[in-house]
Structure formats: C-alpha cells, structure tokens
C-alpha cells in the first residue's frame, strides 16, 4: 500500500490550481448610461420578487452542490472565532466523549487546519497516511478514533505557504478523497475565523451542526458571535455554545477565579437564542494531559474535567435529535 506524501499533494494541488475553476460568484453587469427617463421609468416597474428570485438562481449556480462524505452519517463543526481559545483540546475531547458515552458510535476526527493542524500532537499520531487502491488516504488512528489532518502530510515544524486556491484543493481532497469506512459522527475541528475554508466546507457537504467555542472574555465572544452569526447565514443549524476555562480552582486551597470572566458564553447563547452546552474549567490536567497527546477524557476518565467533555457531548447529541426531528 503506498504512503501519501507532502509532495505528493503539492503536485497535486498545483495542478488543480492551474486549472480555470469552475466557480462563478455572480453575473457581471455592464452598466450602459442612464439618460433615458422612460427606461428608468421600466425598471422600476419590474417586480421586485421576481427580481430576487432570478438573482438568487444566478448566484445558485456559481455555488457547489452538497454532496454527503462517502460512509458518514453526520458532520459536526468546532469552531471558534478566535484562535486560543481551546477549540482543538475541545474537538479532540468531545469526539471521545461523543465514542465514551455511546461505544456502540464509530467517531470520526478531521482536522481542517491547514495551517495550523493541532490533531497530530493532541492525539499522539506521526506518520504519512497509506493509499488503498483506488487512492483513499487511509485514516491514522488512536483511542478508537480515525484521524485525518494536514499534519499528517508536513513534518512538525514545517509551514504551509499556500495561496487561497491550493489550501482550498486541500480541503477538498481531506473531504472526498479519505477512505473513513462507515461512521456515525464525524468531528471537524475548524480554523479559527470566518474566511474561504469554514465557506468551503459549508457549502461542499451537509453539516448536522456546528458548536462554538469561546472563553467568557469579552474580546473573544465578539468573535464568537461572529462565527455564530456565519453559520445562520450558510443554513448550519449552531447546536451552542462551549464556555472553555470557564473557572480555575487553586489546587492548594480550591478558590475558584474567573481569570477570563463570568458566564459570558452563558449569555451570548441566550443574546442568540441558542443553546448553552456547558463549562469546561480552566484546569493543568487538561493542558498537561493534551501535551502529551492523552486527552484527559480518556487518560483521567473519572476526572470532573473529563467529566465536564462528557455532558457537552450529550449536550451535542441532545440537540442533534432535536434538530434532525
């Protein structure tokens, strides 16, 4: 079975790059002068809806179509608006939790961070993914969970400097050419902001749902909000919001510190009108333990911070049937 390498995919992506793409953004209007009074007269009398509707169909077409990933059953999104805020330590955490609290679900894991890949060293995997023979990369896998991730492809501390249209190639091939098997929920752990990539996903498959992230500081539930607000816009259901080192407890004395605020991923989810996952605290067995690339959900399992990734992912799967009824 041969392996897929960097090189490879560079190869690869250059060649999709220097290909005309197939994707308009709209008709372009010319502009001839307005200097007849009965003609501007004309257009106003056009019919508004009708208007909308033909602009909204021309717009259609320049839009990919959603097509399901081979073998998955639901897609859910981790985001964030920011980056730091735990987003990856997050997804990671919620897709064992999703395997813990039902073993009888196979999770899934994607990495979508191109530039900034987080899912090799936070679940302990190194190495070039195999080719099955109609060329699928074959996921690496650890803790039950199949892995796919631009890490995989780079070594540890190269940079990808790509331009828009070969990360997007990229993004492509993670998303249709990863041989996945059969799974039930497939965890994509999103960059942060709201730019080409989460837009590409969004409109190249079906997503169940997407969870945000964001500490209880203000300057990242602005940006929180943000990414809230882009999902609503594509049509993603966002199925709430995750309030990440939400509180530090001393480990000598156990007073509790908001060190980045109190309850304000709380209450952007009521501002939204969605709902509010839950806290996961602020804690140095979580950073420890993703270090080391052992998640503390599965090597401290009877830890109140694994604990706390076990109700958000029953929090997720909660307001997944809620969503799909």
């Given at each position: 079975?041969?392996?897929?390498?960097?090189?490879?995919?560079?190869?690869?992506?250059?060649?999709?790059?220097?290909?005309?793409?197939?994707?308009?953004?709209?008709?372009?209007?010319?502009?001839?002068?307005?200097?007849?009074?009965?003609?501007?007269?004309?257009?106003?009398?056009?019919?508004?809806?009708?208007?909308?509707?033909?602009?909204?169909?021309?717009?259609?077409?320049?839009?990919?179509?959603?097509?399901?990933?081979?073998?998955?059953?639901?897609?859910?999104?981790?985001?964030?608006?920011?980056?730091?805020?735990?987003?990856?330590?997050?997804?990671?955490?919620?897709?064992?939790?999703?395997?813990?609290?039902?073993?009888?679900?196979?999770?899934?894991?994607?990495?979508?961070?191109?530039?900034?890949?987080?899912?090799?060293?936070?679940?302990?995997?190194?190495?070039?993914?195999?080719?099955?023979?109609?060329?699928?990369?074959?996921?690496?896998?650890?803790?039950?969970?199949?892995?796919?991730?631009?890490?995989?492809?780079?070594?540890?501390?190269?940079?990808?400097?790509?331009?828009?249209?070969?990360?997007?190639?990229?993004?492509?091939?993670?998303?249709?050419?990863?041989?996945?098997?059969?799974?039930?929920?497939?965890?994509?752990?999103?960059?942060?902001?709201?730019?080409?990539?989460?837009?590409?996903?969004?409109?190249?498959?079906?997503?169940?749902?997407?969870?945000?992230?964001?500490?209880?500081?203000?300057?990242?539930?602005?940006?929180?909000?943000?990414?809230?607000?882009?999902?609503?816009?594509?049509?993603?259901?966002?199925?709430?919001?995750?309030?990440?080192?939400s509180v530090f407890q001393c480990p000598n004395c156990n007073h509790q510190t908001h060190i980045f605020g109190s309850?304000?991923?709380?209450?952007?989810?009521?501002?939204?009108?969605?709902?509010?996952?839950?806290?996961?605290?602020?804690?140095?067995?979580?950073?420890?333990?993703?270090?080391?690339?052992?998640?503390?959900?599965?090597?401290?399992?009877?830890?109140?911070?694994?604990?706390?990734?076990?109700?958000?992912?029953?929090?997720?799967?909660?307001?997944?049937?809620?969503?799909?009824?």
């Amino acid at each position: 079975m041969a392996q897929f390498t960097y090189s490879r995919l560079s190869h690869l992506l250059r060649i999709s790059a220097n290909k005309p793409s197939v994707l308009r953004t709209g008709t372009e209007i010319k502009h001839g002068p307005a200097c007849c009074l009965q003609f501007i007269r004309y257009q106003r009398s056009v019919d508004s809806k009708a208007l909308q509707e033909r602009q909204k169909q021309q717009m259609a077409r320049g839009l990919p179509k959603q097509k399901p990933i081979a073998g998955v059953k639901q897609v859910i999104v981790v985001a964030s608006g920011k980056g730091g805020v735990g987003k990856s330590t997050t997804a990671v955490n919620l897709a064992l939790g999703l395997m813990t609290n039902n073993p009888s679900k196979s999770v899934g894991l994607l990495d979508a961070d191109v530039y900034g890949p987080s899912i090799p060293k936070l679940m302990n995997l190194k190495g070039n993914p195999e080719l099955t023979d109609n060329n699928r990369m074959v996921p690496l896998t650890n803790y039950g969970i199949p892995c796919m991730s631009m890490g995989f492809l780079v070594e540890d501390v190269a940079p990808i400097v790509w331009r828009g249209l070969m990360v997007m190639s990229a993004i492509e091939k993670l998303l249709r050419q990863v041989d996945w098997g059969s799974l039930d929920y497939l965890v994509v752990d999103m960059p942060p902001g709201t730019g080409d990539v989460q837009l590409s996903i969004t409109q190249n498959i079906p997503i169940a749902g997407a969870v945000i992230v964001s500490t209880p500081q203000d300057i990242a539930l602005l940006d929180a909000r943000r990414g809230a607000e882009m999902f609503k816009k594509v049509n993603v259901p966002v199925l709430g919001l995750v309030q990440n080192m939400s509180v530090f407890q001393c480990p000598n004395c156990n007073h509790q510190t908001h060190i980045f605020g109190s309850d304000g991923a709380r209450q952007l989810a009521e501002t939204l009108g969605v709902q509010f996952l839950g806290d996961v605290p602020l804690h140095l067995n979580i950073r420890e333990m993703s270090d080391r690339g052992k998640p503390v959900v599965v090597s401290s399992p009877d830890s109140p911070e694994a604990e706390a990734y076990r109700k958000v992912a029953s929090a997720v799967v909660q307001r997944l049937e809620e969503v799909n009824t």
